[in-house]
């Protein structure tokens, strides 16, 4: 079976310090990738997807870059954050073939301080 | 995609259904209606779709107007576990990668 994973599930950073969250899915090959971004007391939004290795589109102008170096691995990072890039990480996952829906990490919950 | 408009927050008593609505008038022939949930600190979790016919697995029923301009989750048997924000989305999985634009969804709260 598949199964997505992410780490770390807690990080507590300052700002102007550099960020690397990563995201791995077991299970599969070739699969879509995301992440997403939820601020406190705000929705998801979609920050990056991925459909192969060094494939990357950013659906929305920030502060962090997304990268695919292996096709079943997915990393965000930023070099240096600021406040507002605080919130909860989740990374997400779903078949090229489209035959089930997107599942989801556990999330990271980043504090900038 | 369609914007779909669902209500802020519900109750519910445990062991009693709970349908929780959502508009979607602008939706097009193409895009599904999905249904996700996230319980607080957690990852979104996929529960359930449909493009016009009802739809019914292990979790829950999805019930989709003729006009498919609204739709109705169903719980049938709330229990406090079911506790979570309920994310409606209307989606072309074929045009969007499997992209997913959630809204604020509904907050459902089961009740002892």
């Known amino acids: 079976s598949q199964t997505i994973h992410q780490w770390p599930a807690t990080l507590v950073q300052p700002v102007g310090s550099p960020l690397s969250l990563e995201c791995t899915v077991e299970?599969?090959?070739?699969?879509?990738l995301y992440w997403y971004r939820q601020a406190a007391g705000r929705g998801l939004q979609l920050l990056f997807y991925?459909?192969?290795?060094?494939?990357i589109s950013s659906e929305v102008p920030q502060n962090l870059s997304a990268s695919r170096p292996q096709d079943r691995q997915f990393i965000l990072s930023s070099k240096k954050l600021l406040l507002s890039d605080s919130g909860f990480y989740l990374c997400?996952?779903?078949?090229?073939?489209?035959?089930?829906?997107?599942?989801f990490g556990s999330g990271t919950q980043l504090s900038v301080l | 995609d369609a914007k779909t408009t669902q209500p802020p927050s519900m109750d519910c008593a445990e062991g009693r259904a709970a349908n929780l609505p959502c508009n979607h008038s602008?939706?097009?022939?193409?895009?599904?209606v999905y249904w996700y949930r996230q319980i607080h600190s957690q990852g979104p979790q996929y529960i359930i779709h449909g493009l016009k016919n009802n739809e019914t697995n292990e979790m829950a029923s999805l019930i989709i107007t003729e006009d498919r301009k609204s739709s109705t989750l169903i719980l049938p048997h709330a229990t406090l576990r079911d506790t979570a924000v309920y994310y409606c989305?209307?989606?072309?999985?074929?045009?969007?990668?499997?992209?997913?634009?959630f809204g604020r969804g509904t907050q459902l709260t089961v009740w002892p």
């Open positions: 989305i209307a989606n072309d999985r074929g045009s969007t990668l499997g992209r997913l634009y």
């Open positions: 299970g599969t090959s070739n699969p879509n």
């Open positions: 997400a996952w779903n078949p090229r073939d489209g035959l089930t829906e997107s599942a």
């Open positions: 991925s459909v192969g290795i060094g494939q």
């Open positions: 602008t939706i097009s022939g193409n895009e599904y």
